[in-house]
């Protein structure tokens, strides 16, 4: 028997500032991906993303070490300030960037009329997991790879693979993010910003810890509490969809919409590989740079060994996760959803 | 040009019978120009009203409404892919379909059709080009305030298509892969027995301390409260936005429809529809924060 043919996967991780950027470079990225500083990305945070001359500083450390720089330009513009996105667009076309992350309409059609060869890729937040909807996007905006959202099952990403004339990117760490992307406004129903427009999701600036005289901590976003927690707990952030609630038709408070956990692939890494997938992401622009380091070292060591044929080392993945906590999602069986 | 008044998709998951007795009144006793039909939350329950399509449509075109078939807004598995497909090539005469995911946009491509309000309309560029792929109107998404929909509804008028916004009822604000109402059963989406059925208007979710938050119909995340955009109907009609949409729910909504119809013809003021509307409505507080560029869920009083 012959073995399969296996295509090595590009590593993509996350760099929320330039030093991070070098981390990951350094710890074996194939690409990295940021964001400017405004809200032309989806995680337009106070101290985070890059500044022009960032950008091309770090562009030129990338390369130099033969590792891509990709941008994320993956908001949705709203009539009146659509030139934002657009000089995001130029900026880093003009620094040599090596693809652009896109999830509105307008802003492919921009970037594709005005530099019609410049890399593209479908960002998860265009919410495209289906074979006509990824169709759709490749042949109207030449789009070169998507990024599917954390809702496929192995079987069903294979199938899209054989159907699709694109790249396949997968999250595989990370935030297990449970909302279709790009079509959340919860953000904004309790805050004012908008996960679309604005970028952001709980903004910090709307958080608030309020302690009682037992110290129990409540967290709230906006007005409304999302979580409670004893003083032997350790709190969560108040992400909306990771909070506890109540029904009439069950007695405790339980979390509605998923657990606070992490998503975490180590173990499927030879069926994703096997399955064919072009490029592995790692979710975590807003994460320090020493959870970078550890985080991209061990999945380069993890990818190195299933491409040798090794089981992959992955027992340091677990202590970077949400509270030591992991699932496998939906990607290893539908009964997640 | 006279206001349109629409009755969007019923959201909810109501017995089928409910739901054709529902239609027959609207098409009988509700001033609304247009309905919408079609299921657009999940694909599971879609079976169960299939064979009653072609009766209310033909009852309700009958009684003088148009009738725009909606397109689920999550298509993912095959059999999702499937019903998508079959709707986009139905030749149906008088039966537009509204689009409200990208994979019904794969079909509807050179086709004239409606576009939905699950899909990310945010821009004019964007608006543009689904309008050369055969784009005649568009449904905007409920989080867009005043400010966008002013340009947007300029951009519609030089580019000869119409725009439609939601004035009534609970709003959409997210969907999922997951049952939100089969988990709180402890069940999976595949093994929901329909739990959803159970709750007419969406199952309300409290926070810990008991304050309502949100509202959930299987894999979409609604409002607690209840959109109301009486007072801003008049700005709207100035700004050139032609078609006012209604979600159905659980209540009176021919006299909900009739009170934002006497509005839009100015035979009642929005203020003395209000006092009407909280008597025939839902048992909750109304909002119209997202209009007015703030938090969604909030009431900001007109001036």
């Known amino acids: ?247 009439p038709h069950r007695q405790d408070a339980y979390y509605a919409f998923e657990e606070p956990i992490s998503l975490n692939l180590a173990n499927l890494l030879p069926d994703l590989i096997e399955a064919g997938v072009h490029a592995l992401k790692i979710e975590g622009r807003q994460r ?11 999945w380069r060591s993890a990818i190195d060994d299933v491409l040798e044929g090794k089981p992959p080392h992955i027992s340091d993945l677990l202590a970077l996760t949400e509270g030591n906590k992991q699932t496998e999602g939906a990607y290893a069986s539908k009964r997640w959803r | 040009m006279t206001a349109e008044l629409t009755l969007g998709p019923i959201l909810f998951h109501w017995p089928a019978d409910k739901k054709r007795d529902f239609y027959f009144q609207i098409a009988d006793e509700s001033p609304v120009d247009t309905v919408y039909i079609g299921e657009v939350i999940c694909s599971k329950r879609s079976p169960f009203f299939e064979s009653y399509y072609e009766e209310i449509a033909e009852r309700l075109q009958k009684s003088g409404k148009k009738v725009v078939f909606s397109s689920l807004a999550e298509v993912m598995i095959p059999r999702e892919r499937k019903m998508t497909e079959g ?30 309000s699950f899909l990310n309309v945010y821009n004019e560029d964007t608006m543009e080009f689904l309008v050369s792929k055969g784009a005649k109107h568009f449904t905007l998404p409920p989080e867009l305030p005043s400010s966008v929909l002013k340009i947007l509804a300029q951009k519609a008028r030089a580019l000869d298509v119409t725009i439609e916004v939601q004035v009534y009822g609970r709003v959409g604000l997210a969907l999922s892969a997951r049952c939100y109402h089969a988990r709180s059963h402890n069940r999976v989406k595949d093994n929901c027995q329909f739990v959803c059925e159970q709750d007419p208007d969406g199952m309300t979710l409290n926070t810990i301390n008991g ?75 109304f909002s119209n924060g997202f209009y007015h560029g703030t938090d969604g869920y909030r009431w900001i009083k007109s001036a």
């Open chain 1, 1 to 247: 028997m012959h073995p399969k043919k296996i295509i090595p996967p590009e590593l993509v991780c996350p760099a929320g500032t330039p030093a991070s950027l070098r981390a990951a470079v350094d710890a074996g990225a194939d690409a990295v991906y940021c964001g400017f500083q405004n809200a032309t990305n989806a995680r337009n945070f106070p101290g985070l993303n890059f500044t022009f001359e960032e950008l091309q500083n770090s562009i030129a450390y990338a390369h130099n070490h033969g590792t891509k720089v990709l941008l994320a330009a993956n908001t949705f513009p709203p009539a009146g300030k659509t030139d934002l996105w657009k000089q995001a667009i130029d900026n880093a076309v003009c620094l040599g960037i090596d693809a652009i992350i896109v999830a509105d309409i307008g802003v492919a059609v921009y970037a594709q009329n005005k530099y019609p060869d410049q890399r593209l890729h479908l960002s998860v937040q265009a919410g495209a997991p289906s074979i006509e909807a990824i169709k759709y996007y490749c042949e109207e905006f030449n789009i070169k790879r998507v990024v599917l959202p954390r809702i496929l099952t192995i079987p069903e990403i294979k199938q899209i693979k054989e159907e699709i004339p694109c790249e396949i990117e997968c999250f595989i760490f990370g935030n297990h993010g449970l909302m279709a992307e790009g079509r959340c406004s919860l953000t904004n129903y309790t805050t004012g910003l908008s996960t679309n427009m604005d970028g952001v999701c709980s903004p910090a600036s709307h958080v608030k810890y309020e302690e009682d005289e037992n110290k129990n901590l409540t967290t709230k976003l906006g007005e409304f509490t999302i979580d409670q927690f004893s003083c032997s707990q350790n709190p969560g952030y108040p992400t909306i969809c990771k909070g506890r609630y109540l029904v």
């Open chain 1, 288 to 298: 320090s740079r020493a959870y970078i380091k550890a985080v991209v070292s061990s």
């Open chain 2, 87 to 116: 709707l986009c090539s139905v030749e149906t005469c008088n039966i537009e379909i509204e689009a409200n995911d990208s994979a019904a946009l794969y079909h509807l491509r050179g086709m004239p059709h409606r576009i939905g």
């Open chain 2, 211 to 285: 304050t309502p938050f949100l509202s959930i119909n299987g894999i979409q995340t609604l409002s607690y409260h209840c959109l109301s955009l009486l007072n801003e109907l008049d700005d709207m009609k100035k700004m050139g936005i032609q078609a006012f949409r209604i979600s159905p729910h659980n209540h009176d909504m021919v006299k909900t429809s009739s009170l934002y119809r006497d509005v839009l013809d100015k035979t009642i003021s929005p203020k003395e529809a209000l006092v009407k509307l909280k008597k025939t409505g839902l048992q909750i507080p």
